[in-house]
Each structure stands twice: as structure tokens, then as C-alpha cells.
């Protein structure tokens, strides 16, 4: 007999059981929800992330369309959850669900709208429709007036890394250099350091070339792994 069919209501029952306010009010402030800050408006009910990731395995049979309401959410919580189900539907997808998870990913009309939505997310999602040979998707996210699509841009380039295609990395990390946000200098920083694990070469003869560009926190997170007195040295601009 098949499992009985998961519903949209269930599911939002299952996740309000599971809020934890002193929990909600302590993610309120590390995701920076106050007036001007990145994370201005959203709001927390106050789950794990483990909470959240067994909540998606144990229901993975939701309907898309309700998955789609659910990244509408205004709870961070079950946008994470909505994310978590279509990265797991995206993996097994055919090429016409892969493209219509993509678009509805990256609509303004749903709310991919914080780092940790966007990092669980961008380099499965988006990645695989970038090939190393055409980036302009990821061009036109970098380009984006909205934070999170850049950050998108950026993350999504893991896919690539882990292929072992550096370029897409790279051209997408020159095109962020000089974004102000700080929250794209960890991105850009981030994944220079994990192509610097696959490619060290790639990522050093990179960071040389645009050193007087880096960001001190892009360095910082690009260099993170370096042994401690070569780390130093590339503080303070000896990059031998």
C-alpha cells in the first residue's frame, strides 16, 4: 500500500510543533533581521537546521506546487525546508523539472533571501545548468541589483569546482571583486579557497594578479588554509 499523500498542511503542523522562541529570538540576531541589515523583515520560528533537514527527508513526496508556496513562507524556517525539497527534487529531476525548479528559484516572487538559503542551495540548483564554456547565466546574476542573486552566482560555481573546472570560479569571483557587500567577500573569498584546494596554482596565480583589489575579508577566507607563517606573509602582501 503506497504512504498516504503528504499535504502542505501537515507539514507546516509538523514544523509550528517544533518552535523554540528563545531559539527564534537568538537566529533573529545572528541573521541580522534589524532595520538596514541584510536580513531586515524575515522571521525565525526557532528550529534546528538538523530539525529542518529531517523534516525534508521524511516528506520529500510533497506536491512541487505546495514546495513553491512554501519557499513564499515569511518563516526563514520553512523556506529552508522548501529549498531542502528542491534540491532533493532537482538531483533526481528530468531536464523540463530541472528547468522549472531553476526558474522558480530564481524568481523575485519567491524568497531565496538569506546566505544559508542561498549556500545550501545555489551550487546544485544552478550550478548544473552552466556549462564551464558558457557562464552568462551566472554573468547576468552577478550583475543583479539583489544581494542574493549575486551570492548565487558566486556559490553556484562550487558545482563546477568540484568537477574540476576552475574558469567559472574564477571570471565570476574577478566580476565581484568589487562589490561593497561583505557577505559577497566571504562568497568570492570562499570559493577561491576551495578552488585553491583542487587547483592551488589557479587560485594563487588569481589572488597575485588582483591582490590590490582583494578585500581584506575575501583574502582572509581565501588564504584561510594557507600553512600559518605563509598565511602571515600573505597578510601583509609577501606573497611568496
Keep these: 500500500m503506497a504512504p498516504p499523500a503528504v499535504t502542505l498542511q501537515a507539514l507546516v503542523a509538523e514544523v509550528r510543533a517544533l518552535a523554540d522562541p528563545a531559539r527564534a529570538e537568538g537566529a533573529a540576531r545572528f541573521f541580522r533581521v ?7 523583515g524575515d522571521r525565525f520560528l526557532g528550529l534546528t537546521v538538523p530539525q529542518v533537514r529531517r523534516l525534508a527527508r521524511s516528506h ?36 523540463e523539472l530541472r528547468r522549472r525548479i531553476l ?23 544552478v550550478g548544473p545548468h552552466v556549462s564551464s564554456d558558457d557562464v552568462s547565466l551566472l554573468d547576468r546574476l552577478a550583475s543583479a541589483p539583489s544581494l ?5 552566482a558566486m556559490i553556484a560555481t562550487l558545482h563546477h569546482i568540484r568537477l574540476g573546472e576552475m574558469r567559472p570560479a574564477l571570471h565570476i569571483a574577478e566580476r565581484l571583486l568589487d562589490d561593497g557587500h561583505d557577505l559577497i567577500h566571504k562568497a568570492v573569498g570562499w570559493m577561491l579557497r576551495e578552488t585553491w584546494h583542487r587547483d592551488a596554482a589557479a587560485a594563487e596565480g588569481f589572488m597575485r594578479r588582483h591582490y590590490a583589489r582583494l578585500p581584506r575579508t ?23
Aim: hydrophobic share 40%.
Design 34 to 40: 534589524g532595520p538596514g541589515q541584510y536580513g531586515e
Design 60 to 95: 520529500r513526496t510533497l506536491p512541487f506546487h505546495d514546495v513553491v508556496a512554501l519557499l513564499r513562507s515569511e518563516w526563514h524556517e520553512e523556506r529552508l525546508l522548501a529549498i531542502l525539497l528542491l534540491v532533493d527534487a532537482h538531483d533526481g529531476a528530468d531536464a
Design 103 to 125: 526558474d522558480v528559484y530564481l524568481s523575485p516572487d519567491t524568497r531565496v533571501d538569506n546566505w544559508d538559503l542561498v549556500d545550501a542551495s545555489a551550487a546544485r540548483i
Design 148 to 152: 542574493w542573486h549575486r551570492r548565487i
Design 218 to 240: 575575501t583574502l582572509r577566507y581565501a588564504i584561510e588554509r594557507f600553512p600559518e607563517p605563509r598565511r602571515r606573509r600573505w597578510l601583509t602582501g609577501d606573497l611568496a
